[in-house]
């Protein structure tokens, strides 16, 4: 998974590896140790959304996490859409949200 944050925008991108992990209904977690705490991104697509995809930000003493959920449904279109470089976008509170598969890698194959 990679975050860019940029001025009121958000972006999510992922690989066809956590795609398929979170259509099986589990969390996307990423840690990175800072300091005394951490950051933590994650997205879940278990909560309830509706038709859509939401960031939630949650501090806690020196740890920090950004939690985007995401309907099922925005998954299987993410799915869908396959490798495009503009990928889901939607607003929220005046947020440019934006989840996408990572064009620059291909899925593994077995």
Known sequence: MNVKIDGKSLRF???ADELDHLLSGEIAVQH????????????DPKAA??????????????NATLRLLVAREKLEEL??????????????????????LDIRKPPKTL
């Open 49 to 62: 959304v509706e038709g859509g995809m939401t960031p939630h930000m949650l501090v806690q003493n020196d």
């Open 32 to 43: 990175l140790p800072l300091g005394g705490g951490a950051v933590t991104v994650m997205i």
């Open 13 to 15: 991108k992922i690989s």
């Open 79 to 100: 799915k869908n859409l396959g490798r495009d470089r503009n990928g889901l976008r939607e607003e929220c509170n005046g947020i440019d949200v934006t989840l996408l």
